[in-house]
Every structure is written in structure tokens, then in C-alpha cells.
């Protein structure tokens, strides 16, 4: 069957998701955006297109990625069925390639020769400089010097590919800095740069072109779900939500289904040290309705306006803003949106680890944590199903660093997990 | 879309452009962000400039000024820093506007009018006697309340142009304008640069003339009386930045610098 992209009924045609969205942007990237548009609109229906973004993504990529029933986690949780969809198991690591391979040949087609990204985890900037790598094309990637120490591995990994990385001091030092400055960047050469943007965030037509991209994760499990069960929804889906593209590639394809078809939808938000410590990346849990990196969005910011800097323990999720489609099905309830702290998401990574042999990416693991608490509500002949959006190599150095905080006399492996977990794995 | 019965704060601003029209100059327009260097020191250093502008530019300070290149966005940290923000950044406003009866007008970012409220932000602004808005990230067709919102309280609104914008958008953005027209005259951000950058901008003043009902002014890269002459030529008004805080940064005469700009407008 040859790749189609879903057409989905929002945004409208000024870009808009309900109130949300848009183009807040300097005039300067007015014309580049609609360029954009059009290139991508005509992209979009073309069988050339297609073709080689079908073939990237089943050579290159390694898709479609599995669709796993985690056993132990399952029995752990006591309750519904969990699958895990792997994209964990992408080349690369995360499902950050589906969207920049995409990305980066649709560069090519407008004849760039240039692309820059920002980063936070650094996935999204190892995925733009291995597409760079193979379609030819210079690469910049913008990364804050906070998350440049945290994923020093990544950053090798840019620079190993030929990329160059571009240290953010200002600001937080994070990922809403290394947009900044990605955005004036782009502000900058516009003419002859295609900016690869990581999530569904920024103006319009990002949000809604990064969420065609990323759509195959969630047809994938259609397909899979119904050769496993023999229906294509599960009842339940969880995914992390820093941007919000990993979530919005397994949500979007069902989200617009009518209620009773629609599987129940839920996206973990950071909330740090805990939405009411002040330190946390919850946009909907913690945030109001604001503007940044030119889309309206819940935002964190304050009541003058100026952005508060977000904090998670991973850093794809420490950004202040959710992607314009996430708002508008915040407020219909099309999904729901829940926060999980780092303390938690630090104890269903060692959890995933042990019971399926997976070690998930920081990000995924506010998934996990959801997930098993939902399913352990639900009945055994329902469904879960977790998108894991990546794998854990790029954060174990910085996890080993925060369990040795943690117990800075380094006990054996099994003392890891905080008590009350550990009991409840070897229970 | 825009209320175009000229309001209070745009017959200001046009009547400062028409004065420095019948002296042959092009209106001189400096800008500064608010509460830098400190907000104790602003007054001071926006009165020297004030002295020599015909209009001055109070730029709101923004956590993440997307338009702006390294100069004003440090800028803008530092008075952040030192607690300067949106009500008090009009509030600075408010006291320069007892000292003076020249043009104020406010540079501000959406996001600070959104978080404030439209309505009580313009509420805000007309009760520090300011007279225009320029809104750096807001294309006009983005927003059709803000402009109206601004007309309603007394404030003309003036919206950007670049080398990059298509006739239509020219004409769009054109018409939108109550305040005067900025003409952006690099493809890029604010700050000062090497080398003159004025190629596209006739080309692009003469087509934005075609289209506009008020005064057109030029920014971004102006940055001493060579370059603000070269723009004086083609343009009603002359914006300048940076250089304004990169002197003060530096404890380099700010008055004497105005000073040389200023003589540098002439026609
Ligand atoms: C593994 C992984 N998951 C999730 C994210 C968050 O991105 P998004 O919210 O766009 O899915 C990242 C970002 O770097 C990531 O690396």
C-alpha cells in the first residue's frame, strides 16, 4: 500500500486550531511561510513525494515500528492490556526521523541547501543532521547550553554527522532559547535556509504539517492493533507531551473520530518537582493562554507576559508552550492532559527496565508512569496502548548522575527504585 | 478590518513627521528599552535621547524577543532582571510624558498585550500618554481586534515591512498602518552592522508609498549619521537601536551620538 498523508479537518485555512495557532511572526517570514505552505501542499498529493518518503521510511527508518504487548508490565499493573509502540525502535532513536526525513526532502524539492533545528533532548538534532547527512545538505542545529551538558552524547552525535552545533547561552538555556534562536536564524537568511522544526509547534503550517508527518505512528497502530485484537482503536492511548508531535502522531488519527469510537487520549505533561512547586513544563495543568515561537498556545508565562522558564528532567520536554492542536482538544476534551513529576517518571524508567528489558527514553517514561496508574483501572480485556517515542541511551549518563544524587554512596542496582516500587517489583 | 478615523495619537505623530519634513529633515526616531540600563537610570537616558527625537520609541521589555538580534535582547534581560516589565515599562512611560510633549510610541511583542488583556493594556497605554503602538510580531492579518482596540483608546498602530514582503503583503500591511509604516531595511534582525544595507529599501519604500496613507519610517541597522543619511534620503523617518545601547552599554556619549544622528537626517 503506497504512503498516504490524512487530511484532518482543523486547522482552518488562516492556520488556526479553534482560538489556537496561527502566525505570530516577524513579516519578514511571512512570505517564507506561505512558500511553505504551498510547496508542502503540493508535496503532500505527489506520488514521487510519497514514494521516497515511503521508502526512507521503511529502508532508512526501519518501519513500521512494533506494536509490543509488555507481558510484565502488564501482570505489574494488574488490569488492562499495555502495548508499547516502538518507536523506541526507529533508527536514531526516537520518533523524532519521521518527521525530519519528511522535512529535509521536502527541502530538497524547494532547492535548499541549508537546514537548521533546534534541540532540546538533542533527538530532533541528531535526526536533522542524519538527514542532512544523507540528502547533502548543510546543517545548523541551535542547542541550549543547559541541555548541551545533559546530552552530551547527542551533541557528538550531531558533530560526528557533520552538523554544527550552535551553544544558546540566553535565557533558560534550553530548549524555548534554541527556538529563539533557530527562529532568528531563520528571520536572518530566510531566502536560502529551510528551517527543520522538531515538534507541532510554531506557525502555521508547522503544527499542521509536522502532525502529517508524524500521523504514521498512529495508522501504523491501526492496522497493528486490529492483527493483535481485531479492532483498530485500543481504549486507551498515553503519550508524553513536550511540543506535543510524538502524542499528536498517535492522537490525530483518532482524535477526530466520533466520541464513541474514540479511544480515550491522554498526554502526560512534565510537571517537574510538581505543578504547584513552580518548577515544572505543564502548559495545560500550570499554564494560560499566550503566544510564543509565533502560535497561541497554553503557555507559561506570567501575568505581564513574560515567559516562565519551564523545568522537567528531560529536557525534550522542558519547553514552556503545547502545540496548538493539543490546546484545542484540551478544551473540547478531545484528550486529556495529566502531569507526572520527574520523581515519577525516573521510577517507571527503572520500572520498563526491569520487568521488559527496555530502557525508554526520560521523555517516554512520563508515559509509562500514566499508563500502568490507567491501566490498573481498567478491565483485562481493554487496552493501553504507550507510545514509547524513544529510546534511553542519550539520557543513562544523566539518569546514573541523578540516582547517585539520590543514593550518593551507590548501593547495588536493586536499591535504585525508591521503596515503594522496588516492593512492588519484586513482590 | 482597521477604524482609519485618525485618532489622537496618530495626528501626533503625523504632525512630527510634517515638522521635520518642513526643516528638510527625515524625522529622527531613537529608541530605547525600557528600564535599561536600570530602571532608575531609563529616565535619564531616555530624556537625552528625547532631546534630540522627534518621536521616541519605548520598547517593552520581552523575555523572548524573536525580532531582535543580541543588543536589545541583553537589553532586554538586564531590565527584566531589575524588574522592569509591562506595567512598568508604561509606567516609565507615564513619567517621561510629564516632562515632555513630544510623540511616545511603544514597542511591544503580542504576548505582554495578551497577557495584560488587549483592552486593559490599550486602557493602560492611553493613560501613560502614549501615542502608538509598533507590534514586531503581529502581521496585521493575525489580529484584527488589536488595531481596534488601539483606535478605541486614542493609539495609532504602526506594523512592519521587509525586503522579503510580495507586493500584496506590502500593499496589505500597508493599509493597516495609522501610526506610519516601518520599513524594515535588512532581511533579519535588529542590531547594528557592517557595511550600508540600504539596496532593497527604495525599492521597496517605493512601492510601500503607493499603498500607504501615512509617513514611512526605516529601521534595523542604523547606526550612526553616515548611515541615518543614507536612509534620510528615501525615507520620512529614521529608527535607531542598538547603537544606543550598545554606546550606553559601553559608557560612550549617548548625547553627543544622538546628537550626530540627528544632524545626519537631513535631506
Ligand atoms: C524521545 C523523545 N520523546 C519525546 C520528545 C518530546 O517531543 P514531542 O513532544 O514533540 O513529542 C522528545 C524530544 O526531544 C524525545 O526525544
Same mark, same amino acid.
Not at chain 1, 514509547?388 to 534511553?392: A, I, K, Q, V, Y
Not at chain 2, 550600508?196 to 529599501?201: K, Q, S, T
Given at each position: 500500500m503506497p504512503l498516504t498523508l490524512p487530511t484532518y479537518p482543523q486547522p482552518d485555512a488562516r492556520g488556526r486550531f479553534g482560538r489556537f495557532g496561527g502566525r505570530y511572526v516577524p513579516e519578514t517570514l511571512i512570505p517564507a511561510l506561505d512558500e511553505l505552505e504551498t510547496a508542502y501542499a503540493a508535496a503532500k498529493t505527489d506520488p514521487a513525494f510519497l514514494g521516497e518518503l515511503d521508502r526512507l521510511l521503511r529502508e532508512f527508518v526501519g518501519r513500521p515500528s512494533g506494536l509490543y504487548l509488555a507481558q510484565r508490565l502488564t501482570e505489574h499493573a494488574g488490569g488492562a492490556r499495555i502495548y508499547l509502540k516502538r518507536e523506541d525502535q526507529n533508527y536514531t532513536g526516537a520518533h523524532k526521523i519521521n518527521n525530519c526525513l519528511a522535512q529535509a526532502l521536502l527541502a530538497v524539492r524547494m532547492g535548499k541547501k541549508r537546514v537548521i533545528a533546534e534541540t532540546g533532548a538533542g533527538q530532533h538534532g541528531v535526526a536533522s543532521a542524519t538527514a542532512a547527512a544523507l540528502l547533502g545538505l548543510s546543517c545548523v542545529v541551535y542547542m541550549g547550553a543547559e541541555d548541551i551538558r545533559r546530552q552530551a552524547l547527542n551533541v557528538f552525535r550531531m558533530k560526528l554527522l557533520g552538523a554544527e552545533v550552535r551553544e544558546v547561552t540566553s535565557g533558560t538555556a534550553t530548549l524555548k532559547d534554541a527556538t529563539n534562536e533557530a527562529i532568528r536564524d531563520w528571520v536572518t537568511n530566510v531566502r536560502d535556509t529551510f528551517y527543520i522544526l522538531g515538534s507541532v509547534v510554531g506557525p502555521h503550517p508547522y503544527p499542521a504539517m509536522v502532525r502529517d508527518f508524524q500521523s504514521v505512528i498512529g495508522e501504523e497502530l491501526k492496522v497493528q492493533h486490529q492483527a493483535l485484537?481485531?479492532?483498530?482503536?485500543?481504549d486507551a492511548i498515553v503519550a508524553c507531551v513536550g511540543g506535543g508531535s510524538n502524542a499528536i502522531g498517535i492522537f490525530a488519527p483518532f482524535a477526530y473520530l466520533p466520541e464513541e469510537e474514540r479511544p480515550l487520549l491522554i498526554g502526560t505533561e512534565a510537571a517537574g518537582e510538581g505543578v504547584d512547586s513552580g518548577r515544572h513544563a505543564a502548559s495545560v495543568a500550570g499554564g494560560r493562554i499566550g503566544v510564543l515561537h509565533g502560535a497561541m498556545m497554553y503557555l507559561l508565562n506570567d501575568d505581564e507576559g513574560q515567559i516562565v522558564p519551564p523545568h522537567s528532567v528531560s529536557a525534550g520536554l522542558d519547553y514552556p508552550g503545547i502545540g496548538p492542536e493539543h490546546c484545542l482538544y484540551a478544551q473540547t476534551g478531545a484528550a486529556q492532559y495529566v502531569p507526572v513529576t520527574d520523581a515519577q517518571a525516573l521510577d517507571a524508567l527503572q520500572l520498563l527496565t526491569r520487568l521488559e528489558g527496555i530502557i525508554p527514553a526520560l521523555e517516554s517514561a512520563h508515559a509509562i508512569y500514566h499508563a500502568v496508574e490507567l491501566a490498573r483501572t481498567m478491565r483485562p480485556d481493554q487496552t493501553v496502548v504507550v507510545n514509547?517515542?524513544?529510546?534511553?541511551d542519550k539520557d543513562v549518563a544523566e539518569v546514573m548522575r541523578l540516582l547517585s544524587l539520590q543514593d550518593p554512596v551507590g548501593e547495588t542496582p536493586g536499591q535504585l527504585l525508591s521503596p515503594s516500587l522496588l516492593s512492588e517489583v519484586h513482590a | 478590518m482597521t477604524t482609519l478615523a485618525p485618532t489622537r495619537g496618530a495626528a501626533r505623530l503625523h504632525a512630527a513627521f510634517e515638522q521635520a519634513r518642513t526643516e528638510g529633515r527625515a524625522a529622527f526616531i531613537p529608541y530605547m528599552t525600557a528600564g535599561y540600563p536600570t530602571a532608575a537610570g531609563f529616565p535619564a537616558l531616555a530624556q537625552t535621547l528625547l532631546a534630540h527625537a522627534d518621536i521616541l520609541e519605548v520598547g517593552i521589555p520581552y523575555s523572548d524577543p524573536l525580532g531582535d538580534g543580541p543588543t536589545i535582547q541583553r537589553a532586554s534581560e538586564q531590565a527584566l532582571a531589575g524588574g522592569t516589565s509591562t506595567r512598568h515599562s508604561l509606567a516609565l512611560v507615564a513619567e517621561l510624558r510629564a516632562r515632555t510633549d513630544k510623540p511616545i510610541v511603544v514597542m511591544t511583542y503580542v504576548n505582554p498585550i495578551y497577557a495584560v488583556g488587549p483592552r486593559e493594556f490599550m486602557r493602560l497605554a492611553q493613560r501613560a500618554g502614549v501615542d502608538g503602538l509598533i507590534l514586531p !510580531? %503581529? =502581521? =496585521? !492579518?493575525? !489580529?484584527?481586534e488589536i488595531a481596534d482596540l488601539a483606535a478605541e483608546h486614542g493609539l495609532a498602530v504602526t506594523f512592519l515591512i521587509a525586503p522579503t514582503s510580495t507586493p500584496a503583503r506590502v500593499a496589505l500591511v500597508a493599509q493597516a498602518c495609522t501610526g506610519f509604516l516601518y520599513a524594515v531595511s535588512v532581511t533579519g534582525v535588529t542590531g547594528a552592522r557592517e557595511g550600508?544595507? %540600504?539596496?532593497?529599501?527604495p525599492a521597496m519604500l517605493a512601492l510601500a508609498r503607493q499603498h500607504a496613507r501615512v509617513p514611512v519610517a526605516v529601521g534595523f541597522g542604523v547606526k550612526d549619521a553616515a548611515t541615518a543619511r543614507q536612509v534620510a534620503g528615501v525615507a520620512d523617518g529614521v529608527v535607531v537601536g542598538s547603537a544606543f545601547i550598545t554606546a550606553a552599554a559601553n559608557g560612550q556619549d549617548v548625547d553627543a551620538l544622538a546628537a550626530s544622528i540627528r544632524a545626519g537626517c537631513v535631506r
Open positions: 485484537e481485531g479492532r483498530p482503536a485500543p514509547l517515542s524513544g529510546r534511553g | !510580531d %503581529l =502581521p =496585521p !492579518d493575525q !489580529d484584527l550600508a544595507a %540600504l539596496g532593497e529599501v
